[in-house]
């Protein structure tokens, strides 16, 4: 019963920037872990970034420098701030949240639809 809404994509020339946002709704008790993976065309899906609760993040070495990722607590929301795009950036992103179940307080898991993001040289 949990629902991420990614919004933000669309497409943009190189050197551009966007900023992709997800909300999360439904029902958890927290969300721990919130993040960005993408996946292009032949591609493997890959981490883009993360951000706990405690606003520590990890970001990919691609993204190192162009990307800042950031969430609000209060408002159940994480962002993909993306400067600096390249045509290798080009991909679905897909924010994801691990969220803490009410009942049994376990982890799990939960993906949006994805958003996509296209980088024109």
């Known amino acids: 019963q949990v629902q991420l809404v990614e919004s933000g994509g669309g497409l943009v020339q190189a050197g551009g920037s966007l900023r992709l946002s997800c909300a999360a709704s439904?029902?958890?008790?927290?969300?721990?872990?919130m993040g960005w993976y993408r996946q292009a065309p032949g591609k493997q899906r890959e981490l883009v970034a993360d951000?706990?609760?405690?606003?520590?993040?990890i970001y990919a070495d691609s993204v190192k420098g162009r990307f800042t990722i950031s969430r609000d607590n209060a408002k159940k929301m994480v962002h993909l701030q993306m400067d600096s795009l390249k045509a290798e950036d080009t991909a679905v992103y897909y924010c994801?949240?691990?969220?803490?179940?009410?009942?049994?307080?376990?982890?799990?898991?939960?993906w949006g639809q994805g958003t996509q993001v296209t980088v024109s040289s």
């Open positions: 994801t949240a691990h969220v803490v179940d009410p009942y049994n307080y376990r982890e799990v898991p939960f």
């Open positions: 439904g029902s958890f008790y927290s969300i721990n872990t």
């Open positions: 951000i706990t609760s405690d606003g520590s993040s």
